[in-house]
């Protein structure tokens, strides 16, 4: 192996741009080159790409976002897409590639891998969403920023004797919503993978307000149904007033967190590692603290990964 390549696809996350630092700089520690792929698998169909140098990916390790830029590449899902990326890579001499993203990005990797391209993938997402990994990059900053946000609300749900429904990001996910609710304080958390009943949110709205509560807060994650659609739930079973905020994209800004940039610089390291090691079709991740490389098709079943003891707690520690 002489030279690899790093792209960011899918939704962006904080931690990436730490990832792209520590996987070129590892790489280069060990004497290989490394070509930067812009735009995800777009990039690397148009072959929008260059060298990177040690300083190319000086100054990023504390930025949000990706210096490579991500992107949603419907291409790469056709044979055509993909011939024309396996076309690119033999053109500019890529041995092995690190992809950093979610399960999408993980899923069009396996395509090259199986083409006889070994890619090796670096959980990027706020949605901690990845089985086989305890953490993913970014959740960690987003869950600050949540719980920042939090803090916030609560000041003038307070000051005005309020109701705030907030919501989250998680599609399919509940981790942000349910450990920033946890952390927030929250009364109600709301997550697409336990069910809900309408009657005991009202009843701690009512409990709360009873013995003197000057706020409450509730937060779903997008993914069951947004905060306006569930304040018309409420308003629908009981006349109790609520205020929506949206949190929306700020959630994936923000310069990443100490641990986030730690994560990053580990994974970006060990990515490096397994491919050097004549490795393909593998992730990365963090279990029980310890950094490991597992099978990637292990990253795409759908297990439960949630933490019901965690929901449970949530609902104890809020009556
Ligand atoms: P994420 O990586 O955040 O889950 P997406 O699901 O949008 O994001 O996937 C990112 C990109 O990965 C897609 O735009 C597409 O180019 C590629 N991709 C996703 N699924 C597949 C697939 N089954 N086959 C080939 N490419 C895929």
Not at 22 to 41: C, P, S
Request: net charge negative.
């Amino acid at each position: 192996m002489k030279r690899i390549g790093v792209l960011t696809s899918g939704g962006d996350a904080p931690g990436m741009n730490a990832a792209i630092r520590a996987v070129a700089r590892k790489a280069m520690f060990e004497g290989l080159e490394v070509v930067g792929i812009y735009h995800g698998y777009q990039g690397l169909i148009d072959g929008n790409m260059e060298v990177l140098n040690l300083g190319s990916v000086g100054d990023i390790i504390q930025r949000g976002g990706t210096k490579l830029y991500s992107a949603r590449c419907p291409e790469f899902r056709t044979k055509e897409g993909q011939q024309k990326a396996i076309e690119q890579l033999k053109l500019n001499k890529i041995d092995g590639l690190v992809i950093i993203g979610g399960d999408g990005s993980y899923r069009g990797s396996m395509t090259l891998t199986n083409s006889g391209f070994p890619c090796v993938g670096i959980p990027g997402t706020i949605d901690n969403d990845i089985p086989g990994t305890d953490y993913t990059l970014g959740f960690d900053t987003a869950l600050n920023t949540v719980i920042d946000c939090i803090d916030k609300i609560r000041d003038t749900a307070t000051s005005h004797d309020r109701t705030f429904i907030i919501e989250v990001m998680g599609r399919d996910s509940g981790d942000l919503a349910l450990w920033a609710g946890l952390a927030g304080g929250a009364e109600t958390i709301i997550i697409p993978e336990e069910t809900y009943n309408m009657e005991e949110v009202i009843g701690r709205l009512k409990s709360g307000s009873t013995r003197g509560k000057k706020h409450s807060i509730i937060i779903v994650a997008e993914g069951v149904m947004s905060g306006s659609e569930f304040a018309a739930k409420i308003k629908e079973h009981a006349d109790i007033e609520t205020r929506v905020s949206v949190l929306g994209h700020i959630q994936r800004g923000g310069s990443p967190t100490g641990r986030d940039r730690v994560l990053a610089s580990l994974f970006g390291a060990k990515a490096v590692e397994v491919l050097l090691a004549g490795h393909g079709g593998r992730a990365i991740g963090i279990q029980n603290h310890q950094v490991v490389d597992y099978d990637m098709n292990e990253a795409f079943e759908k297990g439960e990964i949630m933490d019901s003891k965690m929901y449970q707690l949530s609902k104890e520690l809020s009556i």
